[in-house]
């Protein structure tokens, strides 16, 4: 199955600061990646997705990009707020289609401190 | 937005009763629903798919008998949580794939709260 990695599994940055997320994945097969916010007892929020016909796409302070070769996926947060302080994690589908099922990196605590 | 909701948000209850909780897509049909469980501070560990009118597939090391999955409609799931015990006591959330919307989106519900005494 999909194995997901996830680095750093803490983030100190100062407000104003660019903050980036790196995950790694496993199985070739996988062609969607969503990157989710989790606010502490929250539910993971959708914050954007990328798929594997394109290497980057962006929503104003964020940022994913993908290397399908190297199967690494990153988020870039700019002009990062200590309303962005949360847990983010990555994750990626294993397989297209019905039968896809998502896998979770373990998440990094992102704290923006003023 | 897809919103997806759960009641209830927490629950106590006693060692040896079965607790029910339940997943709605509220503005889109699903015909795939997740079931996760979430220690603090750890990730969201899949438990089960749940299928619309089809039996759930279960995660390994998960055991049917004891979480009960129903997905009767294209709008409900239920987790059943039988025999409660307290190292179930965790942080239970269900998430929906919709049918009608690209890929593999899925979106979670608020979770459920669940400690047994």
């Known amino acids: 199955g999909e194995n997901v990695e996830q680095h750093p599994s803490t983030l100190s940055v100062q407000e104003g600061d660019s903050a980036v997320i790196k995950c790694t994945y496993s199985?070739?097969?996988?062609?969607?990646f969503p990157w989710y916010k989790q606010e502490l007892g929250k539910r993971p929020q959708l914050i954007i997705d990328?798929?594997?016909?394109?290497g980057e796409k962006k929503d104003q302070r964020i940022a994913v990009t993908l290397n399908k070769t190297a199967k690494h996926f990153s988020l870039h947060i700019t002009e990062t707020q200590p309303e962005d302080s949360a847990v983010y994690f990555c994750?990626?589908?294993?397989?297209?289609?019905?039968?896809?099922?998502?896998?979770f990196g373990t998440g990094t605590r992102l704290q923006v401190t003023l | 937005g897809a919103v997806v909701s759960q009641h209830p948000s927490r629950v106590i209850c006693k060692s040896g009763t079965s607790v029910k909780i339940e997943c709605r897509s509220l503005?889109?049909?699903?015909?795939?629903m997740f079931w996760y469980r979430q220690f603090p501070k750890k990730s969201l560990m899949l438990m089960a798919t749940?299928?619309?009118?089809?039996?759930?597939?279960?995660e390994q090391g998960v055991e049917k008998d004891k979480f009960l999955i129903n997905h009767a409609s294209l709008t409900l799931s239920t987790l059943t949580v039988t025999s409660a015990h307290p190292e179930d006591s965790s942080f239970y959330i269900c998430?929906?794939?919709?049918?009608?919307?690209?890929?593999?989106?899925?979106?979670f519900g608020p979770g459920t709260r669940l400690t047994v005494l």
């Open positions: 199985d070739s097969a996988s062609n969607y």
């Open positions: 749940s299928n619309e009118g089809s039996k759930a597939t279960y």
């Open positions: 990328i798929r594997s016909n394109v």
């Open positions: 994750a990626a589908n294993g397989r297209p289609g019905t039968a896809s099922k998502l896998t």
């Open positions: 503005d889109f049909q699903a015909t795939t």
């Open positions: 998430s929906a794939r919709s049918s009608g919307r690209a890929g593999d989106t899925q979106y």
